[in-house]
């Protein structure tokens, strides 16, 4: 039997940061790990024949994130044509916003597989447990990943005169 006053105590941070990562809203990743863990409480079993239960709330918070995401549009378009604008919340510092812009350019995919491998610090081979995907698969969003962040920070810099010796 899973310990989830344990699992929460150890795997809270790190899963807020991961799906932080993803969908760019701190609030929101704080809420869906939550509910996360409720459906864990809910529903104890569950994860008892499960071999990473961190993996499994990770999937579990990523649903919720992705069925909120979908929501927020619909509820979005509506708030357009009734005249009144979607409400925005400012992000902190220019660092912070510059990231979260670079990583919402970025494909689902590729967002999540950076933010195990990186912010979580998960092996390659358990990212790709945590995603339902191959090894390869996450080398790849990986790389690919990479390679955007580090083209967008490129030429964020050179628009702005990054001569930086």
Same mark, same amino acid.
């Given at each position: 039997? %899973? ?9 809270? +941070? ?54 909120? #995401? ?10 357009? +044509?009734?005249?009144?604008?979607? %409400? ?12 979260? #812009? #670079?990583? +919402? ?22 990212? #790709? ?30 628009? %702005? ?5």
């Amino acid at each position: 039997m %899973v310990d989830l006053a344990e699992l929460y105590a150890g795997s809270y +941070r790190r899963l807020v940061t991961s799906i932080y990562a993803v969908i760019g809203d701190l609030t929101d990743a704080e809420e869906v790990v939550q509910e996360a863990f409720v459906k864990a409480i809910a529903q104890p079993g569950q994860l008892s024949g499960i071999d990473n239960p961190e993996g499994w709330l990770f999937r579990v918070a990523l649903n919720l994130a992705r069925t909120r #995401a979908r929501r927020r549009v619909v509820f979005d378009k509506i708030m357009r +044509r009734t005249g009144s604008p979607p %409400v925005e919340t400012p992000d902190q510092s220019p660092d912070h916003v510059a990231l979260m #812009a #670079a990583l +919402r350019r970025l494909p689902v995919g590729q967002r999540e597989a950076l933010g195990l491998h990186y912010l979580v610090d998960l092996p390659v081979d358990e990212v #790709a447990a945590v995603l339902g995907v191959s090894v390869g698969t996450v080398k790849s969003r990986l790389a690919r990943g990479r390679s955007a962040l580090a083209q967008h920070f490129t030429e964020d810099l050179s628009r %702005v005169g990054g001569n930086h010796d």
